[in-house]
């Protein structure tokens, strides 16, 4: 990937500039932000490839700046923090981080992993050139030509309904599907079974395609579910 453009957001001026000198040095075009509130708006004018994202922000907590990050785009997005609680770690990874630092840290350890991180979402990028592939998350995917999904380059064993019903879902990321129009789309109009059938295939397939850190089905309480 040509020109990536690299988002660092870090109230601590010594190490902000410590990562853009650093970044700039391995090609990388540089932007930044000292708080939550000037990052997210750097983060809307530039559209990083990859933002380095501080936990203790001085406005806005660095969970919350990940999710409205992740929620215009889904970027790669890597936690720099002095917490070294697991609780953290597990909890950033889940709500959209790739990856998660720890300070202190050695600049050539972030250069590895902002490059590992890069070069996983080029990988995808190619593979859905090759393939007729649709991204689910981080190393899982739908091959739509086989009506297959690959997680960690090994197939998931699906039935048609929970195939069908984790395709609409991935086609429509972020849209809000009530359990009546589930129920209606995958299982038809003339299908008369309970709203608790799409609980339980919803409930299967999460068993099969999410781990810890890697939540992708989300239920929104009272409504239905959506893809994340």
């Not at 020109?3 to 650093?22: H, P, Q, T, W, Y």
């Not at 004018?45 to 990050?69: A, Q, S, T, W």
């Not at 699906?158 to 195939?163: A, D, G, S």
């Not at 589930?182 to 709203?195: A, C, P, Q, R, V």
Request: net charge neutral; charged share 35%.
């Amino acid at each position: 990937m040509e020109n990536n453009k690299i988002l660092v957001i870090e109230d601590d001026k010594s190490i902000r500039e410590m990562l853009i000198f650093a970044l700039e040095a391995e090609g990388f075009i540089v932007e930044s932000g000292k708080n939550g509130t000037e990052g997210l708006k750097k983060n809307s004018e530039i559209k990083p490839n990859l933002v380095l994202l501080d936990l203790m922000l001085p406005d806005i907590n660095g969970f919350e700046v990940c999710k409205k990050i992740q929620q215009k785009r889904d970027i790669p997005v890597i936690m720099v923090t002095a917490k070294n609680d697991i609780v953290d770690k597990v909890l950033g990874l889940e709500i959209g981080a790739d990856d998660y630092i720890t300070k202190p840290f050695h600049i050539k350890e972030v250069i590895a992993r902002v490059n590992k991180s890069l070069q996983r979402i080029e990988k995808v990028i190619n593979l859905e050139k090759e393939k007729n592939l649709i991204e689910i998350g981080k190393d899982i995917y739908i091959d739509q030509d086989g009506r297959t999904v690959i997680k960690n380059d090994k197939e998931i064993g699906l039935r048609p309904k929970e195939y069908e019903l984790l395709y609409l879902l991935a086609t429509n990321k972020g849209k809000v599907f009530s359990r009546e129009e589930l129920l209606d789309k995958i299982w038809s109009y003339d299908y008369f079974g309970e709203l608790r059938t799409v609980d339980v295939h919803v409930r299967r397939l999460r068993a099969k395609i999410e781990d810890v850190g890697n939540k992708y089905i989300e239920t929104v309480f009272g409504i239905g579910y959506k893809m994340r």
